[in-house]
């Protein structure tokens, strides 16, 4: 069986590597290089805690194949991940159902052993919606969103900047290295890979608003737009 025409690899073969244990040391060497990407999918907020630096966010529990066939562009891309125990063998497949052949493996032991061989971590700084709301009086203060054109124009913050995570490329160009953010998205899941993928470039000055639009809006403490309903937009 065939994965793909252009591949003339066997599906088996593709995930026997794809589900592949990898010792941190085998790890580490393949995430120093510039051609890996280490994929990291575990939930958002185990991922703002703590992970390995440079690591991308996305999340199994979400729209995970959708958000790796928009992200990542390269169908060629040589993958290591980290998931939560149990998973990895359904990371595998799910990145090979979509076309991604390159998946080498995942981190044996997870993030715990990565520690414990003394490597550093790296962690994603986050504000609950009231302690943005405090921040906020602080006129210079910048909230980026990342849900799509439509969920914005629905309903946004006032004054927040509409940058949309399925359109990374042009949205980073919203964004300066030298400034801080606060960024969120509906509930949590896609600010956190626009975050991780910021930080892969250097971009450090990012913040987490923790549960999203949704706990703003539950705050009562924003000025919001006015809602249109996002069927008279279709």
């Given at each position: 069986?065939?994965?793909?025409?252009?591949?003339?690899?066997?599906?088996?073969?593709?995930?026997?590597?794809?589900?592949?244990p990898l010792a941190v040391s085998d790890f580490?060497?393949?995430?120093?290089?510039?051609?890996?990407?280490?994929?990291?999918?575990?939930?958002?907020?185990?991922?703002?805690?703590?992970?390995?630096?440079?690591?991308?966010?996305?999340?199994?529990?979400?729209?995970?194949?959708?958000?790796?066939?928009?992200?990542?562009?390269?169908?060629?891309?040589?993958?290591?991940?980290?998931?939560?125990?149990?998973?990895?063998?359904?990371?595998?497949?799910?990145?090979?159902?979509?076309?991604?052949?390159?998946?080498?493996?995942?981190?044996?032991?997870?993030?715990?052993?990565?520690?414990?061989?003394?490597?550093?971590?790296?962690?994603?700084?986050?504000?609950?919606?009231?302690?943005?709301?405090?921040?906020?009086?602080?006129?210079?203060?910048?909230?980026?969103?990342?849900?799509?054109?439509?969920?914005?124009?629905?309903?946004?913050?006032?004054?927040?900047?509409?940058?949309?995570?399925?359109?990374?490329?042009?949205?980073?160009?919203?964004?300066?290295?030298?400034?801080?953010?606060?960024?969120?998205?509906?509930?949590?899941?896609?600010?956190?890979?626009?975050?991780?993928?910021?930080?892969?470039?250097?971009?450090?000055?990012?913040?987490?608003?923790?549960?999203?639009?949704?706990?703003?809006?539950?705050?009562?403490?924003?000025?919001?737009?006015?809602?249109?309903?996002?069927?008279?937009?279709?």
């Amino acid at each position: 069986m065939l994965l793909n025409i252009g591949g003339y690899e066997r599906i088996d073969d593709v995930l026997e590597r794809g589900k592949r244990p990898l010792a941190v040391s085998d790890f580490s060497n393949l995430a120093d290089r510039a051609d890996v990407l280490v994929l990291d999918t575990r939930d958002a907020s185990l991922f703002g805690k703590e992970h390995i630096p440079s690591s991308v966010n996305i999340g199994l529990n979400g729209s995970f194949a959708v958000w790796v066939g928009t992200l990542v562009k390269d169908i060629n891309q040589k993958i290591i991940f980290i998931a939560e125990a149990g998973r990895e063998e359904e990371v595998a497949i799910r990145l090979a159902r979509v076309g991604y052949d390159q998946c080498l493996g995942y981190l044996q032991g997870g993030l715990s052993a990565w520690k414990a061989c003394g490597l550093p971590t790296s962690s994603t700084k986050s504000v609950t919606a009231k302690e943005l709301a405090q921040r906020m009086k602080d006129k210079t203060t910048r909230i980026i969103d990342v849900r799509k054109k439509s969920e914005y124009q629905s309903q946004h913050v006032l004054g927040a900047i509409n940058a949309p995570l399925d359109y990374l490329e042009q949205s980073k160009k919203l964004v300066r290295p030298d400034t801080t953010y606060y960024v969120h998205c509906a509930g949590g899941y896609r600010s956190m890979t626009f975050i991780s993928l910021l930080q892969r470039g250097g971009y450090l000055q990012v913040i987490d608003v923790t549960g999203g639009f949704k706990a703003m809006k539950e705050s009562g403490e924003f000025e919001l737009s006015e809602y249109v309903c996002p069927s008279t937009m279709l």
